[in-house]
């Protein structure tokens, strides 16, 4: 009995001992996140365009609090969050207009880019619009440029984020593949024109995490995410072309940012 006390006491006092730690740990966590001074670049896919509910003051940025970097704000209370991620930002946008914010004391930077730089917006209008050959030698033209000119852009606007903030971590996010081959869709482009499109996505991933891992910087997929949610699954978090407002098309909707991105970006964050 009196052993059997002796062990009960013991257990409680390590059980305590463990609570107590445990508590501290969530504690620091928390005091972790909440001392994070985070910054948001980037073009269309990090402002939330086709999330809606768009921030007015943002103008034609088209920020929304539907975007996967003021979700994560919300969720973690960051001590300073600053938003300037803007809809057709190219690499040379970012470092012209977005960097203000960006300081030795910033923890924290995400940022997607080079979709616009590569002409996705014309590579999608081409294809839509036109014939099949035409919209693949659109493609091609897109991937000669990821080989040519991107990686330049790119060491270029993350070389600058690393000057204005040299100590803060930073997460480079991916784009999405459009379309789930062999999918619902039974009109529009065709499978040839899909399978296309999806491999120059794969192909600007590829180059841009490169460019990101040499520059010390976190690459950030999403294209796992968003399987089984591509356009023609049936259960999409991409638009298709939405002719009442084309500036939605091919972006994510609100469960793209919330179930695609923000995922993503919390796991590298």
Known sequence: ???????????????????????AATAQAADSVAAVDYVALGDS????????SYDSASGSCKRTPKAYPALWAAANAPASF?????????????????????????????ISIGGNDAGFADVMTTCVLQSEATCLNRVAQARA??????????????TAIRSKA???????????????LS??????????ERAAINGA?????????????????????????FTGHEICSGSSWLHSVNWLDIGESYHPTAAGQSGGYLPAFRSAA
Request: charged content about 10%.
């Open 1 to 23: 009995m009196k052993l059997s006390r002796i062990t009960a006491f013991s257990s409680s006092l390590l059980l305590g001992a463990v609570l107590a730690l445990t508590g």
């Open 45 to 52: 896919y990090s402002s939330g365009v086709g999330s809606g």
């Open 82 to 110: 600053a938003f300037t991620a803007c809809s057709g930002a190219r690499t040379g946008d970012v470092t012209a207009n977005q960097l203000g914010p960006l300081n030795s004391g910033t923890d924290l930077v995400s």
């Open 145 to 158: 440029f990821v080989d040519s000119t991107l990686p330049g852009n790119l060491n270029s606007v993350y």
């Open 166 to 180: 040299p100590s803060a971590r930073v997460v480079v996010l991916g784009y999405p593949r459009f379309y789930q």
């Open 183 to 192: 999918g619902t869709c039974i009109a529009g482009l065709s499978e040839k």
């Open 201 to 225: 996505a794969d192909y600007l991933n590829a180059a841009t995490a490169k460019r990101a891992a040499d520059h010390g910087f976190t690459f950030a997929d999403v294209a796992g995410a």
